[in-house]
């Protein structure tokens, strides 16, 4: 492909834009704020717009309640990380002092855990119980699948397609257990083609819950409906739980899915409850959350209190205009109108391009020339809908060296290597662990799937003792690695059966005398994932004991590893390339949001559902929203199909920029003036002819 131009479109003269005002930092709550904080004990409803101070409002709200006398131990803050509940509970403390370290913080499923460890076992639930991550509930998934004979079907109901695999098998139990929803109205709604194996998915399911329920294991959703549950099945532990909150408080409330919903209602029969979001930022339909928690709270908590956040900190009145009209053409909606006090700022930038490459040339000439004016490449980000559609811009970065993030990729443990290391620890804590198991013997040279099969259920039989694994029949070159582990674990076990007991970090040393050669022999880039084992023996060094070093690593995630590597390396100042859905909650001086085409925004498979297509409309909010200063939303008139060689595609705008948002934008075209010219092939292209045209010409006269 020919180089693509270089684009120089003159800044304007950089306009003064003043920092936000104090009230945005400052103790002076702005008065919605501050009559949100000092509310009663109804129910609360804060719709907080973008930038409106959310978090500040929540935490003088815990504030407020500590001052007029209730125990911080008594206040339960919900939040969907638990980081962000230490750090609002640290910037309580600058507030009212020490005391507000006693809040209960954390998220859904940690709170959770703790729950289900104290109360479980009044309910048949051992507190010893192992969680199983996604990547491990796959795999047991997979354990039900084989065992009920879909792994190799060959007599599928007529015009059904293949069985599903496991991991969609996985997705579609945890939006039923989610959401509440039939599997068959699940499938209809989001996996059509395999509707006709509806009561066969059922099948599977009974036999994972089984699976489960047999080893002592958990898995994330299980956390959570079995604490609504105890609530709802369970009078006097629900009193017991019930008892132990005077207030709850929850953040980010409009990504909470209708099994959160169940909790709240069971929790909080008191009506003690605040509840803090904003519909225009739902976003997350796609992982089982649903608009209609924060759309119907009055409803479901009668005598609610909304109270409505509207000045904005963050963004420049230009940029504030552009997303009021853009959001206001929502079908169903809190209606607010975000302002403020900040003066100067310049209209939001429509670009329309040629094409892709000139997209991508706008783009980093004009990040750079920011730069040059003294915007840091860390404090600009590059927005789009999907993965995919960053990679023509990711070239061009490399090409002009130019670092940046990616954000998104492989999380820390979903890294195989991790995984590898904490099924070791996993069967340490819990030696029914059959998933564990499993991964850990298919490791093994010449362990194949049989031979770990018939290895498990020699141990099954032997009371899960690991020299039970020495019987099994196993090719020659399985047997030296079946004996190291029998040996490895036997040893364990025995040291732990007296006085000593192993931390974490001691733990992960004695594993990876067995398995780091197998790691070097497995991966060519070895040297890296051994530093991921040392950095996991580290963080492990941090925790009292296995088991709460496991739970916390199933609950909350550290953020990536090696395997991301994409761009930069320099944490100091890289730019930041992101999808919209990981962008949410950010905010950079410039933000370009880039492909704002239909197709896109909305993607195509949502064009045809109204609920979808809103959805989508506050997706393009979010990203605009992200923006202090600068906005860039470009959109290229037309598109190559790469994988077809030369073909291409004309492009819409985005039907969401309507005339009416069009009307608070600059408008700038780069390119041709006009219609588009139908571009020529890319270099190098060869074109196959579809059908012979002048044949047919000529056999509709009958000529020859």
Same mark, same amino acid.
């Given at each position: 492909?020919?180089?693509?131009?270089?684009?120089?479109?003159?800044?304007?003269?950089?306009?003064?834009?003043?920092?936000?005002?104090?009230?945005?930092?400052?103790?002076?709550?702005?008065?919605?704020?501050?009559?949100?904080?000092?509310?009663?004990?109804?129910?609360?409803?804060?719709?907080?717009?973008?930038?409106?101070?959310?978090?500040?409002?929540?935490?003088?709200?815990?504030?407020?309640?500590?001052?007029?006398?209730?125990?911080?131990?008594?206040?339960?803050?919900?939040?969907?990380?638990?980081?962000?509940?230490?750090?609002?509970?640290?910037?309580?403390?600058? =507030? +009212?002092?020490?005391?507000?370290?006693?809040?209960?913080?954390?998220?859904?499923?940690?709170?959770?855990?703790?729950?289900?460890?104290?109360?479980?076992?009044?309910?048949?639930?051992?507190?010893?119980?192992?969680?199983?991550?996604?990547?491990?509930?796959?795999?047991?998934?997979?354990?039900?699948?084989?065992?009920?004979?879909?792994?190799?079907?060959?007599?599928?109901?007529?015009?059904?397609?293949?069985?599903?695999?496991?991991?969609?098998?996985?997705?579609?139990?945890?939006?039923?257990?989610?959401?509440?929803?039939?599997? #068959?109205?699940?499938?209809?709604?989001?996996?059509?083609?395999?509707?006709?194996?509806?009561?066969?998915?059922?099948?599977?399911?009974?036999?994972?819950?089984?699976?489960?329920?047999?080893?002592?294991?958990?898995?994330?959703?299980?956390?959570?409906?079995?604490?609504?549950?105890?609530?709802?099945?369970?009078?006097?532990?629900?009193?017991?739980?019930?008892?132990?909150?005077?207030?709850?408080?929850?953040?980010?409330?409009?990504?909470?899915?209708?099994?959160?919903?169940?909790?709240?209602?069971?929790?909080?029969?008191?009506?003690?409850?605040?509840?803090?979001?904003?519909?225009?930022?739902?976003?997350?339909?796609?992982?089982?959350?649903?608009?209609?928690?924060?759309?119907?709270?009055?409803?479901?908590?009668?005598?609610?209190?909304?109270?409505?956040?509207?000045?904005?900190?963050?963004?420049?009145?230009?940029?504030?205009?552009?997303?009021?009209?853009?959001? #206001?053409?929502?079908?169903?909606?809190?209606?607010?109108?975000?302002?403020?006090?900040?003066?100067?700022?310049?209209?939001?930038?429509?670009?329309?391009?040629?094409?892709?490459?000139?997209?991508?040339?706008?783009?980093? @000439?004009?990040?750079?020339?920011?730069?040059?004016?003294?915007?840091? =490449?860390?404090?600009?980000?590059?927005?789009?809908?999907?993965?995919?559609?960053?990679?023509?811009?990711?070239?061009?970065?490399?090409?002009?060296?130019?670092?940046?993030?990616?954000?998104?990729?492989?999380?820390?443990?979903?890294?195989?290597?991790?995984?590898?290391?904490?099924?070791?620890?996993?069967?340490?804590?819990?030696?029914?662990?059959?998933?564990?198991?499993?991964?850990?013997?298919?490791?093994?040279?010449?362990?194949?799937?049989?031979?770990?099969?018939?290895?498990?259920?020699?141990?099954?039989?032997?009371?899960?003792?690991?020299?039970?694994?020495?019987?099994?029949?196993?090719?020659?070159?399985?047997?030296?690695?079946?004996?190291?582990?029998?040996?490895?674990?036997?040893?364990?076990?025995?040291?732990?059966?007296?006085?000593?007991?192993?931390?974490?970090?001691?733990?992960?040393?004695?594993?990876?005398?067995?398995?780091?050669?197998?790691?070097?022999?497995?991966?060519?880039?070895?040297?890296?994932?051994?530093?991921?084992?040392?950095?996991?023996?580290?963080?492990?060094?941090?925790?009292?004991?296995?088991?709460?070093?496991?739970?916390?690593?199933?609950?909350?995630?550290?953020?990536?590893?090696?395997?991301?590597?994409?761009?930069?390396?320099?944490?100091?100042?890289?730019?930041?390339?992101?999808?919209?859905?990981?962008?949410?909650?950010?905010?950079?001086?410039?933000?370009?949001?880039?492909?704002?085409?239909?197709?896109?925004?909305?993607?195509?498979?949502?064009?045809?559902?109204?609920?979808?297509?809103?959805?989508?409309?506050?997706?393009?909010?979010?990203?605009?929203?992200? #923006?202090?200063?600068?906005?860039?939303?470009?959109?290229?008139?037309?598109?190559?199909?790469?994988?077809?060689?030369?073909?291409?595609?004309?492009?819409?705008?985005?039907?969401?920029?309507?005339?009416? +948002?069009?009307?608070?934008?600059?408008?700038?075209?780069?390119?041709?003036?006009?219609?588009?010219?139908?571009?020529?092939?890319?270099?190098?292209?060869?074109?196959?002819?579809?059908? @012979?045209?002048?044949?047919?010409?000529?056999?509709?006269?009958?000529?020859?």
């Amino acid at each position: 492909m020919a180089e693509p131009p270089r684009i120089h479109v003159p800044l304007p003269a950089r306009r003064h834009v003043p920092p936000p005002p104090a009230a945005a930092t400052g103790p002076a709550l702005n008065a919605a704020q501050a009559d949100a904080a000092s509310h009663g004990d109804t129910p609360l409803l804060i719709v907080a717009g973008a930038g409106t101070g959310k978090t500040r409002t929540l935490i003088h709200r815990v504030a407020a309640l500590i001052g007029r006398g209730v125990p911080p131990s008594r206040i339960l803050l919900l939040t969907f990380t638990r980081r962000a509940a230490q750090e609002m509970i640290g910037r309580c403390e600058r =507030l +009212v002092g020490s005391a507000s370290q006693q809040v209960q913080g954390g998220t859904f499923h940690g709170v959770a855990h703790r729950l289900l460890r104290r109360f479980g076992p009044a309910a048949g639930l051992p507190a010893d119980f192992t969680i199983l991550d996604q990547s491990d509930a796959g795999d047991l998934m997979g354990l039900s699948r084989s065992a009920l004979g879909y792994g190799d079907l060959k007599h599928a109901p007529r015009g059904a397609p293949r069985f599903p695999r496991a991991e969609t098998l996985l997705a579609v139990y945890s939006r039923h257990v989610n959401t509440d929803q039939p599997v #068959a109205d699940l499938l209809g709604d989001q996996w059509p083609h395999f509707l006709s194996w509806a009561g066969d998915l059922e099948r599977c399911f009974t036999d994972y819950v089984r699976r489960k329920g047999e080893r002592n294991l958990l898995d994330y959703d299980d956390l959570l409906l079995s604490w609504a549950l105890l609530l709802e099945q369970a009078p006097p532990l629900a009193e017991q739980i019930r008892a132990h909150y005077d207030h709850v408080l929850v953040d980010e409330y409009q990504d909470t899915n209708p099994l959160q919903s169940r909790i709240l209602r069971g929790l909080c029969t008191n009506g003690r409850l605040t509840v803090v979001g904003d519909d225009a930022q739902s976003i997350y339909a796609f992982r089982g959350a649903t608009i209609r928690n924060i759309l119907d709270f009055p409803h479901q908590f009668p005598g609610t209190r909304i109270v409505t956040l509207e000045q904005n900190y963050r963004s420049t009145a230009p940029i504030l205009d552009t997303t009021n009209t853009l959001i #206001a053409r929502s079908s169903e909606r809190y209606s607010k109108r975000l302002w403020t006090e900040r003066a100067g700022g310049e209209a939001p930038w429509l670009v329309t391009v040629r094409d892709e490459a000139m997209q991508t040339a706008f783009v980093v @000439d004009r990040l750079l020339e920011l730069h040059e004016q003294g915007t840091p =490449l860390r404090e600009m980000a590059v927005l789009f809908r999907a993965g995919y559609l960053s990679a023509d811009l990711e070239i061009e970065l490399a090409n002009r060296r130019i670092p940046y993030e990616k954000w998104g990729g492989l999380k820390f443990l979903e890294a195989a290597h991790i995984k590898d290391m904490l099924a070791f620890l996993r069967i340490l804590e819990n030696p029914r662990d059959e998933v564990s198991w499993y991964r850990l013997l298919r490791l093994l040279p010449g362990v194949g799937d049989a031979t770990a099969r018939a290895a498990i259920e020699l141990l099954a039989q032997h009371a899960w003792e690991p020299m039970a694994i020495g019987a099994v029949r196993a090719p020659a070159r399985a047997r030296p690695g079946l004996q190291a582990v029998a040996a490895l674990f036997d040893g364990l076990r025995r040291v732990e059966r007296g006085a000593q007991r192993h931390g974490p970090a001691e733990s992960i040393r004695l594993a990876r005398q067995l398995y780091d050669p197998i790691l070097q022999a497995t991966y060519d880039d070895a040297p890296p994932r051994l530093a991921d084992l040392d950095q996991l023996e580290v963080i492990a060094a941090g925790y009292p004991d296995r088991q709460a070093f496991l739970a916390a690593l199933a609950l909350e995630p550290p953020a990536n590893t090696q395997d991301l590597a994409v761009g930069s390396t320099d944490e100091d100042d890289a730019l930041i390339l992101s999808t919209v859905h990981s962008a949410k909650g950010k905010e950079w001086d410039a933000v370009f949001v880039i492909h704002a085409s239909d197709g896109v925004f909305p993607m195509a498979r949502a064009a045809v559902d109204e609920a979808q297509v809103d959805e989508e409309r506050r997706l393009l909010y979010v990203a605009m929203t992200r #923006a202090r200063h600068e906005l860039y939303v470009t959109y290229p008139l037309h598109s190559y199909a790469t994988r077809m060689g030369a073909d291409f595609a004309y492009t819409q705008l985005s039907r969401f920029l309507d005339q009416g +948002v069009r009307q608070t934008m600059q408008r700038v075209t780069l390119g041709e003036h006009g219609p588009p010219a139908l571009p020529g092939p890319r270099e190098g292209a060869v074109i196959e002819p579809v059908v @012979d045209l002048r044949a047919l010409l000529r056999g509709r006269f009958g000529a020859t």
